[in-house]
């Protein structure tokens, strides 16, 4: 049976050939640590950690490449922005539909009494349903986080006002860019970002167990270390070094997972952001409205296509997502994820808790004849 993947919005899969190579290379030459060794080859594990700094600031418009600072993925990258920068008193905006890679965080140090949090409305679609967000803003918010697109509807929130709107209120600007980076244009500078949070497993079609985040200048300064430790640098002093990206990165960084997430990064700009988004969207299209045409399937988020990633959620009536999702698999050959896709709060906005959803979510990889199958599936299916 031809398998096909469509759960992207999870781990995207498969991966550039580019990437299988840069890692086999790194692990059959280099192997070695970066920057801890003056021998060749721990120069040359030094170089490709450079690189890939580089060419993620230049694919984000990052103004430097230190600012760009490498973690095992983006919910790493957001608890380093949570717990770094808010203090006691704090105030936080964020939406009502986030990933509980924020969530959480943020209910903890809620729990504690250390910050208040407000949620901006979201709508049945899952776009931002405020026209006044500013009525959100006191006298101690310090921060606005949101996600640029919800991992359950594919909702686009409008990122450009948001930062508009911290920059003009000198709130500290969070972006969770799970969901977009690799997928939709993302400009650190134009969106007046403090700090882009991403993940190298999904859209920028990376391996697990990469990420990172880009930081303003202003909330490196200000922003406290979670992990301190060794950085192969000052290494005569017992306190962590204030530069960067050394005061975030402590430890020995995954180099294989960088090459590869390097060389993935590569293969998008080499294809082009823009035609990848296109081919996307002209496969969301048909899935769209294959679904749309299926009697009893519920379909949610934006009707506008234009506002979403090409992540599709549905119900179907008096049907069990998980078991839909295992018949799918075990009958058709077909990988989607069902249920609460980590976003509880997500699915209370749109009306899908507790059950969730079953969630169909393409990647560059995907044909328009895996699409067309799928629809045949899902029409035999007994709904
Ligand atoms: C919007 C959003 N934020 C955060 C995450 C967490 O990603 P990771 O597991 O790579 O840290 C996800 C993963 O699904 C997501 O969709």
Same mark, same amino acid.
């Given at each position: 049976?031809? +398998? #096909?993947?469509?759960?992207?919005?999870?781990?995207?899969?498969?991966?550039?050939?580019?990437?299988?190579?840069?890692?086999?290379?790194?692990?059959?030459?280099?192997?070695?640590?970066?920057?801890?060794?003056?021998? *060749?080859?721990? !120069? +040359?594990?030094?170089?490709?950690?450079?690189?890939?700094?580089?060419?993620?600031? *230049?694919?984000?418009?990052?103004?430097?490449?230190?600012?760009?600072?490498?973690?095992?993925?983006?919910?790493?990258?957001?608890?380093?922005?949570?717990?770094?920068?808010?203090?006691?008193?704090?105030?936080?905006?964020?939406?009502?539909?986030?990933?509980?890679?924020?969530?959480?965080? @943020?209910?903890?140090?809620?729990?504690?009494?250390?910050?208040?949090?407000?949620?901006?409305?979201?709508? $049945?679609?899952?776009?931002?349903?405020?026209?006044?967000?500013? /009525?959100?803003?006191?006298?101690?918010?310090?921060?606005?986080?949101?996600?640029?697109?919800?991992?359950?509807?594919?909702?686009?929130? =409008?990122? $450009?006002?948001?930062?508009?709107?911290?920059?003009?209120?000198?709130?500290?600007?969070?972006?969770?860019?799970?969901?977009?980076?690799?997928?939709?244009?993302?400009?650190? /500078?134009? @969106?007046?970002?403090?700090?882009?949070?991403?993940?190298?497993?999904?859209?920028?079609?990376?391996? =697990?167990?990469?990420?990172?985040?880009? #930081?303003?200048?202003?909330?490196?300064?200000?922003?406290?270390?979670?992990?301190?430790?060794?950085?192969?640098?000052?290494?005569?002093?017992?306190?962590?070094?204030?530069?960067?990206?050394?005061?975030?990165?402590?430890?020995?960084?995954?180099?294989?997972?960088?090459?590869?997430?390097?060389?993935?990064?590569?293969?998008?700009?080499?294809?082009?952001? /823009?035609?990848?988004?296109?081919? $996307?969207?002209?496969?969301?299209?048909?899935?769209?409205?294959?679904?749309?045409?299926?009697?009893?399937?519920?379909?949610?988020?934006?009707?506008? !296509?234009?506002?979403?990633?090409?992540?599709?959620?549905?119900?179907? *009536?008096?049907?069990?997502?998980?078991?839909?999702?295992?018949?799918?698999?075990?009958?058709?050959?077909?990988?989607?994820?069902?249920? @609460?896709?980590?976003?509880?709060?997500?699915?209370?906005?749109?009306?899908?808790?507790?059950?969730?959803? @079953?969630?169909?979510?393409?990647?560059?990889?995907?044909?328009?004849?895996?699409?067309?199958?799928?629809?045949?599936? !899902? /029409? +035999?299916?007994?709904?």
């Amino acid at each position: 049976m031809k +398998k #096909i993947y469509l759960d992207n919005a999870a781990t995207s899969w498969p991966k550039p050939g580019e990437m299988v190579k840069a890692m086999k290379y790194f692990f059959e030459e280099i192997g070695c640590s970066p920057g801890r060794g003056g021998y *060749e080859c721990s !120069l +040359k594990a030094g170089r490709i950690v450079l690189e890939a700094r580089l060419k993620l600031s *230049e694919f984000f418009n990052i103004p430097a490449a230190e600012q760009v600072i490498f973690t095992q993925n983006v919910t790493h990258s957001l608890n380093f922005a949570i717990k770094g920068l808010l203090a006691e008193g704090d105030h936080v905006i964020t939406t009502c539909m986030e990933h509980n890679a924020v969530i959480r965080p @943020l209910r903890r140090l809620e729990n504690e009494g250390i910050i208040e949090i407000s949620f901006l409305p979201c709508n $049945e679609e899952g776009l931002l349903s405020c026209d006044n967000i500013e /009525q959100y803003i006191k006298s101690n918010t310090k921060m606005l986080i949101v996600t640029h697109a919800s991992n359950v509807t594919g909702s686009l929130m =409008p990122v $450009e006002r948001l930062g508009n709107i911290a920059k003009k209120n000198s709130i500290i600007f969070v972006l969770d860019a799970a969901q977009t980076a690799g997928v939709y244009s993302i400009d650190f /500078q134009k @969106l007046n970002l403090d700090l882009l949070a991403f993940t190298g497993h999904k859209g920028l079609l990376g391996p =697990p167990g990469t990420g990172g985040f880009a #930081i303003s200048k202003r909330a490196a300064k200000e922003m406290k270390t979670l992990i301190e430790g060794g950085t192969g640098s000052i290494s005569d002093s017992e306190y962590q070094p204030d530069f960067l990206p050394d005061k975030f990165e402590s430890g020995t960084l995954n180099v294989a997972g960088i090459a590869g997430l390097k060389a993935s990064v590569d293969f998008i700009m080499n294809e082009g952001l /823009q035609t990848i988004r296109e081919h $996307e969207l002209n496969l969301l299209e048909i899935l769209y409205q294959g679904l749309k045409n299926i009697r009893g399937i519920n379909v949610y988020g934006p009707k506008s !296509l234009n506002l979403r990633t090409p992540t599709i959620s549905i119900t179907a *009536e008096g049907c069990d997502v998980g078991e839909m999702s295992y018949n799918l698999d075990r009958e058709h050959g077909i990988m989607v994820r069902s249920g @609460l896709h980590c976003a509880p709060l997500a699915h209370k906005t749109i009306g899908t808790f507790p059950e969730g959803t @079953l969630r169909f979510s393409i990647g560059c990889f995907n044909t328009e004849e895996e699409v067309h199958y799928v629809l045949k599936c !899902l /029409q +035999k299916m007994k709904i």
